[in-house]
């Protein structure tokens, strides 16, 4: 046999931006060997007629760090022709660690990601102690290809145990810690991360390690990644400040190595935000740094009723009445003066994460029957059909269905032309998954699928080229996975094969498959055919194989050799 696989007659759109064209992928040995009019036998032939042949997606920003340990699938990335993840984003890792160190961890890991702790509790193995140890327990047990950064908020525990959640460290802790960054890097990491969020707590209340960093501390780490020429620094700050990109312009400067901050969004609510942050970081670019912002394909979205919605805790009379007896709080609804004052309350200037637009709030769900004609209409064309104010309207249609009707909002990415300039900036890179993390509140394992199905297909924002770019090489290229995210002979035969006439991102929906019988969402897909992972077919029409093929994809300043005795 001259191929272990040959994917026949697609259309190779190859990761470059070039035109996609129609050729035969012939793979040998896990890699690509031949691309073009392929006449040689295969033990294993795929008909891509009509498909788009593509190299795996590369999703950069998850937290599958404890995930991976019990589903080597990362469930649901292959779904979406993911081929490779990185975990360890935010700070959060699970080393390195020392014995007892473990529930610091886990503390921060439970509240900042959302993750159910019986979960972890049950599905984590512990033994490992360093960053590379941690690596190698994934080692041969995957089936996507793995790689992570370090997380500031481990490497802090580590030296200071709980006083990292209490005090700036001593100089020697300083340098204590940037032996582990290093010992971490030479054991595989593909970088650091940290975490600035001032909204970013443990369970306990306390502040994420990462935030008690003093500047000696966070520049300290961040030079290891300099002076050892290798790797990212991958950010998060929390709600956006002008001086914010000041910061990451003088990291990337002083560093050399490519920055990642969140997050450029459009915002209903902030409508001009992601142009002064496009703007604003271009200078560095342009005077030969990088720092490149994360966006989504996807918005953030409040699903929400009169009963439990948090959507208008930023107005004082609004939250007062959320927090009351529903009784009490349907008789103040009903009441004009109230009703007034909620009005004046929406009515000011300040800014506000709700955008105050009725026109953005949905109806999603009725109580009653006779008002199954509202389902998918806006707020603002609901009032219109009954004769009324909005917020009259909205009052009232919940009252009428004993606060059971349910809305959707989101602040983010509802504008076309905006997003698509995001999405076109060659400042910004594509993906934000979050996967592993939330698992209760959403599933976007599919940023992918919808950027494919939504943004290309149905919007026209980008050509299939430049999303297939955006979703493959210059994630491999930033992250430094040498080997992948082209379609060349000699990379990796990482590939997703998908219909472009019908590929898309599905509903999110509750599976039963988190240790310790937790549940959470996953995310199924329409349109992606097979993903492929080193050569082999691990997932093909709706199933995956069970086989496992995935690597640990190590960054460039991994040595092989097992960490120091410490
Ligand atoms: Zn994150």
Redesign the pocket.
């Known amino acids: 046999m001259e191929f272990d696989l040959l994917v026949r007659g697609g259309t190779v759109v190859d990761g470059s931006g070039l035109p996609g064209y129609r050729a035969d992928v012939g793979v040998r040995d896990g890699e690509i060997v031949e691309i073009g009019r392929l006449r040689g036998s295969a033990a294993r032939t795929i008909d891509a007629d009509g498909l788009v042949v593509a190299p795996g997606f590369v999703d950069h920003?998850t937290?599958l760090d404890a995930q991976m340990l019990w589903d080597p699938y990362g469930t649901s990335e292959p779904q979406h022709g993911v081929t490779t993840v990185v975990m360890g984003?935010?700070g959060?890792t699970l080393a390195p660690v020392h014995p007892g160190g473990e529930d610091a961890i886990v503390q921060s890991f439970v509240r900042v990601?959302a993750m159910p702790r019986a979960a972890l509790a049950a599905g984590v193995p512990w033994g490992w102690r360093s960053y590379g140890e941690y690596l190698d327990r994934l080692e041969g047990r995957v089936g996507i290809n793995v790689g992570g950064l370090v997380g500031h908020i481990a490497v802090r525990h580590d030296v200071l145990g709980e006083e990292a959640v209490e005090r700036a460290a001593t100089p020697d802790e300083v340098a204590r810690m940037r032996q582990l960054v290093a010992e971490a890097l030479e054991g595989g990491a593909l970088g650091m991360s940290t975490n600035r969020n001032d909204r970013h707590f443990r369970e306990d209340g306390k502040p994420v390690s990462s935030r008690l960093a003093d500047d000696d501390e966070f520049f300290g780490l961040c030079d290891v990644l300099s002076e050892l020429n290798s790797g990212v620094i991958e950010t998060?700050r929390g709600l956006h400040q002008p001086d914010h990109i000041a910061w990451y312009d003088h990291l990337a400067r002083r560093t050399g190595r490519p920055i990642l901050w969140?997050i450029v969004l459009h915002r209903w609510a902030e409508p001009d935000l992601w142009r002064e942050q496009l703007e604003g970081i271009a200078p560095t670019f342009q005077a030969g740094y990088r720092a490149y912002g994360l966006t989504n394909t996807v918005p953030i979205v409040n699903r929400f009723n009169l009963r439990n919605g948090q959507v208008f805790d930023e107005f004082r009379t609004w939250k007062n009445l959320m927090f009351l007896p529903d009784v009490v709080r349907k008789q103040a609804f009903a009441d004009p003066e109230t009703r007034q004052k909620l009005r004046a309350e929406m009515e000011t200037p300040e800014r506000t994460v709700f955008h105050r637009r009725w026109d953005l709030v949905r109806i999603i769900k009725v109580a009653r029957p006779e008002n199954a004609g509202y389902v998918g209409k806006s707020v603002a064309e609901m009032a219109a059909s009954r004769g009324q104010d909005p917020l009259d309207a909205f009052l009232d249609l919940s009252l009428e269905e004993d606060l059971e009707t349910m809305f959707w909002s989101s602040n983010s990415n509802g504008d076309p032309e905006a997003v698509g300039e995001i999405l076109r900036s060659p400042y910004t890179l594509v993906g934000?998954s979050?996967a592993g993390?939330h698992v209760q509140f959403d599933a976007a394992f599919g940023y992918g699928t919808t950027l494919l199905g939504e943004w290309v297909r149905e919007r026209g924002v980008l050509s299939l080229e430049q999303a297939i770019h955006k979703l493959t090489f210059q994630v491999a290229s930033i992250y430094g996975l040498e080997d992948r995210g082209l379609l060349r002979p000699g990379y990796a035969a990482d590939l997703a094969i998908f219909d472009p006439q019908t590929v898309a991102a599905g509903e999110p929906e509750w599976a039963e498959d988190y240790p310790a019988n937790t549940r959470r969402l996953v995310q199924p897909s329409v349109g992606m055919h097979y993903t492929v992972v080193n050569g082999q077919v691990i997932y093909a029409d709706g199933a995956l194989s069970g086989d496992l093929p995935g690597h640990v994809l190590r960054g460039s300043a991994y040595t092989g050799q097992p960490a120091l005795a410490r």
């Open positions: 920003h937290h984003n935010c959060l990601e998060i969140q934000q979050d993390a």
